[in-house]
């Protein structure tokens, strides 16, 4: 019953706004991704037998179906909206929790300052680093080693972002990060249970550009633990004071058509239950050639509090049959060394498959992809 009220619930939802986008004169657009493909991992349920599926959160973007809007109030003045939803298109279900819009749900005001937006968004973790990864939110990514990363978004938050000549400066507050009690971290609890901050500064020129972020979550009585190796058990994380932070410092390089590009990302967590910390590093490259697009990325992730070290080497190609439709095949290998939790190229998965401690990965998907 449940199922079905969500599929009417988006029914009448793109009805209602599809009507009201044709009598707003092209001020609301629709636009989406449908992304899917098949999926190969070896060395899965902790080092035995391999798996093929077809995955269920991303293939090489994550797929989704949104509107975006605008009303002009005069003097530069605009009023904006986002609402954005994330399906899981091996089974037609809402992603995010099972939320409507779980992507994005934003109303704000935009004008030659900046812009202003409320609701539920992303971070600056995730504005901070779509520049410099090369490969992106994909199946076999950064997400591998880090699963916030694709995923950095917070309920009940307020932002602002301003852009003047090549300079982005941006910051977000959420007063309770997650609205579901089986979050994270549910409701807004005040005493700085559940909230969370972050900001950022970037400078983009035309061939080039390096950004600098923050950002923090704080954990509350209602939090479940925050997860540091993808699959491996958590810490807990039920305390205001209790912190998840992360350092970024990235940038990118064109030369000719080619994009080169590469970061560090710090991460503190200090909680009373234990105090870590882990840094990972990427360097990756981007190379179109006629129709087709290679993309490359070599990371690596050094995690000494849980004696796991991991790089990840990702490649993939990519055919465009149009502007809107591709093809593409991408593989992934992760090392592991250590005797802690392995990471797992299947880490981006709603179900990860992670091979034994020190024991290496393949992972490979061959898919198709269509926006509109």
Not at 49 to 74: Q, Y
């Amino acid at each position: 019953m449940r199922h079905r009220f969500h599929i009417a619930s988006i029914v009448l939802t793109v009805g209602l706004l599809s009507a009201f986008a044709a009598q707003a004169q092209n001020n609301v657009a629709l636009f989406g991704v449908i992304d899917t493909g098949i999926e190969y991992v070896n060395h899965a349920s902790q080092g035995s037998g391999s798996v093929i599926r077809i995955p269920t959160l991303s293939g090489s973007v994550p797929s989704r179906l949104g509107f975006r809007g605008a009303e002009s109030l005069g003097n530069g003045l605009d009023a904006v909206f986002v609402l954005e939803n994330g399906f899981a298109p091996d089974q037609g279900g809402n992603l995010q929790g099972g939320r409507l819009f779980g992507r994005q749900s934003t109303l704000g005001l935009r004008g030659a300052w900046g812009h202003i937006d409320i609701g539920r968004q992303w971070t600056t973790t995730f504005r901070a680093i779509i520049d410099a990864d090369v490969i992106g939110p994909a199946v076999f990514s950064l997400a591998s080693l880090d699963s916030y990363l694709p995923n950095a978004r917070v309920d009940n938050s307020v932002s602002y972002y301003g852009t003047f000549g090549g300079l982005t400066i941006g910051g977000v507050y959420s007063l309770g990060r997650d609205a579901s009690p089986a979050g994270n971290c549910g409701g807004e609890q005040g005493n700085r249970a559940c909230t969370s901050w972050s900001a950022l500064v970037k400078y983009n020129a035309a061939q080039w550009g390096v950004t600098g972020a923050f950002e923090e979550i704080r954990g509350g009585s209602s939090a479940t633990p925050i997860i540091v190796v993808p699959g491996a058990a958590g810490i807990a994380f039920n305390h205001s004071g209790d912190k998840d932070q992360r350092y970024h410092l990235n940038g990118y390089v064109k030369i000719n058509q080619t994009k080169i590009g590469g970061g560090w990302l710090y991460r503190n967590i200090a909680t009373d239950a234990r105090n870590l910390h882990t840094n990972l590093y990427y360097l990756g490259a981007s190379v179109p050639v006629q129709n087709m697009t290679f993309d490359g990325q070599i990371s690596y992730m050094d995690n000494p509090s849980y004696d796991s070290k991991a790089t990840l080497f990702v490649l993939r190609a990519t055919y465009a049959f149009s502007k809107r439709t591709a093809a593409y095949l991408s593989t992934g290998y992760i090392h592991n060394r250590g005797n802690g939790p392995a990471y797992s190229v299947s880490a981006s998965s709603m179900t990860v498959h992670a091979p034994n401690p020190g024991q290496s990965q393949i992972g490979a998907i061959i898919g198709l992809r269509h926006a509109f």
